[in-house]
Each structure stands twice: as structure tokens, then as C-alpha cells.
């Protein structure tokens, strides 16, 4: 051949290799233009090129510089979010250390629970024994309204815990209001045993259990306060599930196991409505011949809505209080590569005689509305009238 169609030949070839490159490289989500002396090549972007696409022009032409980690994170956020399911979500690294912490057997920080009240600030609720706070001379009923120089009065009750739990500093000193008294505290964080489970007996030998969460720890405290209460000739139980969110499935199903033998289911789970459900039976032999009432209310979701249906389909347990939260899907999460997470939803869960609650709730079969006094002085169980009704319906 001569020179003339050797020419015609190799470029025939480069333009071949340049499509191929081309094709590849679209496929990968990017726009490349390759010119090839007669004419402009332009690749086209994958199903998820839109991505790659508008993070290039913003990191390039936005006026001002931007953080490209936060930039991702966001679109993470907003690809998650775009599901429309409210518990699939994204967390960056510091809300999944948040998250995981908030159902683990210890985290850092004063070793108190708190609330918001009212304008006034943030409310003590309980103090944790052998904790920063208990050491420091904090109490029960106690209100907030300072941390480290910054008022409460409109502080979330998310913003002041997170400022309490921060490991910028090792100390954090609080101002609280006792009796018209304004007393000052400066406490030194430390690592703080995690309760979610309180107890104690009240008139009647009837015992009284508060679960907070279903987490890691949650099954053995359980255990160990029912026995606690048992022993000291307990004769009923009122287990109060009040804004409980939930937690870990596999907790829930020991802790209602408790009350069940082995041939009773607890629940089930299901991938989709036309799917067979999975039925998971309890793991003891173990039952109880005592009454039992559930306190429940609006914000008693999840793990907590499964512990409900069991014992009041399985055991007879009565419930009082206010119709549950209906979470009834289950979640799984991913770590990701950034230190980040994903939770995302699985299945549905079934109460133990194939009912869906997701969206509905769990009816109380007592339902009680707590009045004025109670929302003024929470801290008093004379103001619970669900609690009150509970005792009542008990005896």
C-alpha cells in the first residue's frame, strides 16, 4: 500500500479506537468530546452520569470553593431520601456514632436524662447512679437553663444532649434552677454505663418496670429487675413502653420470650404482601401466671409495638394508655467507606398472629389521656393518670 492509504487506513482505525474509548468512557456516566479532524465525538453518561455531571461544574465554576466531601454527602442524602421511606435514611460519621451509641451499654457524658419541660429549660428526668452528674450533686427534677454559658430556654432537648455528650471538652458546667435556688455544677465527662431499664414496687406487691430502649444491654437489665421484683413477692407487672422507640428486633424477641413458652410465636416478618411470612417463636420455656398491663403511648414505636402484640395477643396482657406509633418494618445498616452509615428497610414485621401495624398503631385496650397537672410536674406518677389507670386496672 502506499502512503495515501496507509494514512486512510490508520485513521480508520484511530476513530474505531476513539468511538470505542468514547462508548466506554459514557458508560461510566461522563461527557467527553474527542474532535477527530472531521468531526466532534461526544459521549453520553450512564443512568447515574447526572451525578458526575454536576459535581464537575460546580466544583469548577461556583464562585466560591467548595467542600467537595460535603457536597457528595448531600447528594448521598438526597438519593436516600428521594424513597420516600422515612426510616431508610443516610448518616454522616458523626451521626452514625451518635446513632450506634444511643443503643450501646455506655456513652460519654454527665450520666443523666433530660427533657424539655417547658420555656423555662431543660428538665432533668433521671440521673444515672455512679454517674458524673450523681457525683456532682445533680438531681431528679432539676432544670437546666445553662450549659457552659449558653442558655437553654431555646435549646432543643437533641442540641443541649449533644452539647453535653460533645468530647471537645472534658468538663461541662451547667447552672440549674431548684427551688427558686440557682445552683452551679461543673462536671467532668466521663464514659457512662447505659441503663434502659429502671424498676421498683409500688402498693399491693405490684412491680413496675420502665424500658427506655431496646438495646444491647436492654435483655439482661430486664431480666435481672423481673427477677429483682419476683423475689420480693411481686403478685402483677406493669411494663411501661411509653416513648420507647424501639431498638434491637433479636432484644425484643428474648425479652417477650420471658413470658412465652417455645411453642408461641412472637412475631413475624415478611419481604413484600404477596411473600410467606417467617414466624419467629420464642426462645424460653419460660411463662408467668401473673396480670400484666402495657403503658403505651404516640410515641411507643417499633421493637417496643412488637413487645406490646405479643404479650397482648399471646399472654393476655391488657394495654393502657395511647394508640402506638405504627412503625412496622424492620431495618438493617451498612457502614460505609466514608465512616458514614445507610439504614435502610428490609421487610415488614407481622404481630405474632400475622397483623400489620405499619401506619396504624396498636389501639390500647384502655385508652387515658394525661392531663394539665401531669404535663406540668411529669416527675410526680400521682399526676399519671395513665399510670394511675394502669394501677386501677392491675388490682
Same mark, same amino acid.
Given at each position: 500500500m502506499d502512503n495515501k492509504e496507509d494514512n486512510r487506513v490508520l485513521g480508520a482505525a484511530k476513530y474505531?479506537?476513539?468511538? $470505542?474509548? *468514547?462508548? $466506554?468512557?459514557?458508560?461510566?456516566?461522563?461527557?467527553?468530546?474527542?474532535? /477527530?479532524?472531521?468531526?466532534v465525538v461526544k459521549t453520553y453518561p450512564g443512568k447515574y452520569g447526572i451525578l458526575d455531571e454536576v459535581t464537575g461544574i460546580l466544583s469548577k465554576e461556583y464562585y466560591k470553593d467548595i467542600d467537595k466531601d460535603k457536597l457528595i454527602e448531600g447528594a448521598v442524602s438526597g438519593l436516600v431520601d428521594s424513597i420516600g421511606d422515612k426510616h431508610t435514611s443516610y448518616f454522616t460519621k458523626e451521626e452514625a456514632k451518635s446513632f450506634k451509641e444511643s443503643l450501646s451499654d455506655s456513652y460519654y457524658g454527665i450520666g443523666a436524662v433530660i427533657f424539655k419541660l417547658n420555656d423555662e429549660g431543660i428538665t432533668v428526668k433521671k440521673v444515672f447512679d455512679d454517674s458524673p452528674a450523681k457525683n456532682a450533686g445533680v438531681q431528679i427534677g432539676d432544670i437546666i437553663i445553662s450549659i457552659d454559658g449558653k442558655s437553654t430556654k431555646d435549646m432543643t432537648v437533641d442540641k443541649a444532649a449533644s452539647t453535653l455528650k460533645s468530647n471537645k471538652s472534658p468538663k461541662t458546667t451547667i447552672v440549674v434552677k431548684r427551688n427558686d435556688e440557682d445552683l452551679t455544677f461543673e462536671i467532668t465527662k466521663s464514659t457512662v454505663p447505659l441503663k434502659s431499664v429502671s424498676g421498683e414496687m409500688l402498693d399491693n406487691k405490684v412491680g413496675y418496670i420502665v424500658i427506655d430502649m431496646f438495646g444491647e444491654s436492654t435483655y439482661e437489665e430486664f431480666k435481672r429487675e423481673l427477677g429483682r421484683l419476683e423475689a420480693q413477692g411481686m403478685k402483677s407487672l406493669i411494663i411501661d413502653l411509653r416513648d420507647n422507640g424501639g431498638g434491637y428486633l433479636s432484644t425484643v424477641l428474648y425479652m417477650a420470650s420471658e413470658f412465652l413458652d417455645s411453642n408461641t410465636v412472637v412475631l413475624q416478618t415478611r419481604v413484600s404482601e404477596k411473600a410467606e411470612a417467617k414466624k419467629y417463636y420464642s426462645v424460653s420455656n419460660d411463662t408467668k401466671n401473673y396480670k400484666v398491663v402495657v403503658l403505651v403511648n404516640e410515641n411507643t414505636a417499633s421493637a417496643s409495638e412488637i413487645m406490646t402484640a405479643a404479650l397482648k395477643e399471646q399472654y393476655g396482657? =391488657?394495654?393502657?394508655?395511647? /394508640?402506638?406509633?405504627g412503625k412496622g418494618t424492620v431495618q438493617l445498616t451498612k457502614e460505609l467507606s466514608n465512616g458514614g452509615m %445507610?439504614?435502610?428497610?428490609?421487610?415488614?414485621?407481622?404481630? *405474632? !398472629?400475622?397483623? *400489620?401495624?405499619?401506619?396504624?398503631? %396498636? =389501639?390500647?385496650?384502655?385508652?387515658?389521656? $394525661? /392531663?394539665?397537672?401531669?404535663?406540668?410536674?411529669?416527675?410526680? !406518677? !400521682?399526676?399519671d393518670a395513665q399510670l394511675q389507670k394502669a394501677i386501677e386496672v392491675i388490682k
Open positions: 474505531a479506537m476513539l468511538c $470505542l474509548v *468514547s462508548l $466506554l468512557v459514557g458508560a461510566m456516566g461522563m461527557y467527553l468530546y474527542y474532535n /477527530t479532524g472531521d468531526r396482657a =391488657t394495654i393502657v394508655g395511647k /394508640t402506638t406509633y %445507610i439504614k435502610y428497610t428490609t421487610e415488614e414485621w407481622l404481630t *405474632s !398472629k400475622g397483623n *400489620s401495624i405499619n401506619e396504624v398503631g %396498636i =389501639t390500647p385496650d384502655i385508652e387515658v389521656d $394525661l /392531663t394539665e397537672d401531669y404535663l406540668n410536674n411529669p416527675l410526680d !406518677k !400521682k399526676n
